[in-house]
């Protein structure tokens, strides 16, 4: 292999992708940010919706470069990724990314570098999946560049059927300690969280723990804090009236993001959620009486979704906007290594679409609730 030891090494910048680089900069020293193709090493991050066009630009790109990708898109789909890829990080990269730029730069053998993948002879080579990383050795961000969350959490033990977080990041929830976060919270304004569940600190992500949540919050810079909102959110079940009173006690925000998917039970069974329609309008009617705003994520166009469970969805959005809640939407997306990945999006009603859409102009509903 060809020794690149002096070649520089720079992130593809994107705006949706400065966790990530965030996260990783630190371990690369002299490594650097650039908006567009440089020679040399090049890294990108980057889910479904932006994969055309970054496969675009590096098919087009007339640098001479060793191109690498991870993030959610190229873990699930290496063999595509690696069309336009010389190598795939695939799930976590904090071990992964740091091994492999060394072999490359010291002409050492790439396919003892667990967690990636390339190809070799038109052949592809997959080295093997890592185990999850203690969130406690690497960096949440770097304080030069990143302003923004701090992940807190890993991993799910649930296996919705649309999501690849537990593909991603496996299905054993893992902790950043709470020492590690109040350090890294000293470094922002407001103090924002990323994890899957936020109300599951602490815990096996099936049963919280109210007293790990507590510690957490006291640790914090007094209602500066932001918990349990974007880019976080919390499952209903999970909504008690102890986490509701440590929240309004320690934090600055007046609302909570829940995740509710569907109004209709048999499409909450289908996508595996594990919880109930009876969790969502109980969550919703505790936060309320907290003084929240529950903000609740539906999806509407599941595989396999009828119009009589569009209409049950429709029907808890009208009594949770009435109640005084908001609703965020969001259209099916089959995302890659998720059980629904190859199914396509149930059409959406008209009268579906056009209430959401007089609930969306009276500022009741955001987001995208139809393909069109």
Do not use: W
């Given at each position: 292999?060809e020794?690149?030891?002096?070649?520089?090494?720079?992130?593809r910048?994107?705006?949706?992708?400065?966790?990530?680089i965030a996260?990783?900069?630190?371990?690369?020293p002299?490594?650097d940010?650039a908006?567009?193709?440089?020679?040399?090493?090049?890294?990108?991050?980057?889910?479904?919706?932006q994969?055309?066009?970054?496969?675009?630009?590096v098919?087009?790109s007339k640098?001479s470069?060793?191109?690498i990708?991870?993030?959610?898109?190229?873990?699930?789909?290496?063999?595509e990724?690696l069309q336009?890829?010389?190598y795939?990080v695939v799930?976590?990269?904090?071990?992964?990314?740091?091994e492999?730029?060394?072999?490359?730069?010291?002409g050492?053998?790439?396919?003892s570098?667990?967690?990636?993948a390339?190809k070799?002879?038109?052949r592809?080579?997959?080295?093997g999946?890592?185990d999850?990383i203690?969130l406690?050795r690497?960096?949440a961000?770097d304080?030069d560049?990143?302003h923004?969350t701090?992940?807190?959490?890993r991993?799910?033990?649930?296996?919705c059927?649309?999501?690849s977080?537990p593909?991603?990041?496996?299905?054993?929830m893992?902790?950043?300690s709470?020492?590690v976060?109040?350090?890294?919270?000293?470094?922002?304004?407001?103090v924002r969280?990323?994890?899957?569940?936020a109300f599951?600190?602490?815990?096996?992500?099936?049963h919280p723990?109210?007293e790990?949540?507590e510690?957490?919050?006291?640790?914090?810079?007094?209602?500066?804090?932001?918990f349990?909102?974007?880019p976080?959110e919390?499952?209903?079940?999970f909504?008690?009236?102890?986490?509701l009173?440590?929240?309004s006690d320690?934090?600055?925000?007046?609302?909570l993001?829940m995740?509710?998917?569907?109004?209709?039970q048999r499409m909450?069974?289908?996508i595996?959620r594990?919880?109930?329609v009876e969790?969502?309008?109980?969550?919703?009617?505790?936060?309320?009486?907290?003084?929240?705003?529950?903000v609740?994520?539906?999806?509407f166009?599941?595989?396999?979704?009828?119009?009589?469970?569009?209409?049950?969805t429709?029907?808890l959005i009208?009594w949770?906007t009435?109640?005084?809640?908001?609703?965020?939407?969001h259209?099916?997306?089959?995302?890659?290594?998720t059980?629904?990945?190859?199914?396509?999006?149930?059409?959406l009603?008209?009268?579906?679409?056009?209430i959401?859409?007089?609930?969306?102009?009276?500022?009741?509903?955001?987001g995208?609730w139809?393909?069109?």
């Open positions: 292999m020794i690149i030891k002096n070649n520089p090494i720079n992130f910048y994107f705006k949706k992708n400065m966790q990530s996260v990783l900069l630190p371990l690369l002299g490594a940010i908006e567009k193709p440089h020679d040399g090493i090049m890294i990108y991050s980057f889910s479904s919706p994969s055309e066009s970054i496969f675009r630009e098919k087009q640098t470069s060793i191109y990708a991870g993030g959610p898109h190229p873990s699930s789909r290496p063999e990724t336009y890829f010389d795939v799930g976590e990269g904090e071990e992964t990314l740091p492999l730029i060394r072999a490359l730069q010291n050492g053998d790439i396919s570098v667990k967690g990636i390339f070799e002879n038109d592809i080579v997959y080295t999946k890592r999850g203690d406690d690497y960096p961000f304080p560049i990143m923004s701090i992940e807190i959490t991993g799910c033990p649930f296996a059927a649309y999501c977080t593909q991603l990041f496996g299905h054993r893992r902790h950043r709470i020492d976060i109040a350090k890294y919270a000293q470094f922002l304004g407001d969280f990323t994890s899957p569940n599951a600190y602490g815990s096996d992500g099936r723990v109210p790990k949540i510690a957490l919050l006291k640790a914090l810079p007094y209602k500066r804090a932001f349990g909102t974007f976080s919390v499952r209903p079940e909504i008690s009236d102890r986490l009173e440590l929240v320690y934090c600055a925000n007046t609302t993001n995740g509710g998917q569907s109004g209709s909450l069974d289908m595996n594990g919880h109930t969790d969502i309008v109980s969550g919703a009617e505790k936060c309320l009486s907290h003084g929240f705003t529950p609740v994520d539906f999806i166009g599941l595989p396999y979704e009828t119009e009589d469970d569009q209409h049950e429709l029907k009208k949770l009435g109640k005084g809640a908001k609703v965020h939407s259209y099916f997306m089959p995302l890659p290594g059980p629904f990945e190859n199914l396509v999006p149930a059409p009603s008209g009268e579906v679409d056009r959401m859409g007089e609930l969306a102009l009276h500022g009741k509903v955001t995208i139809s393909k069109a």
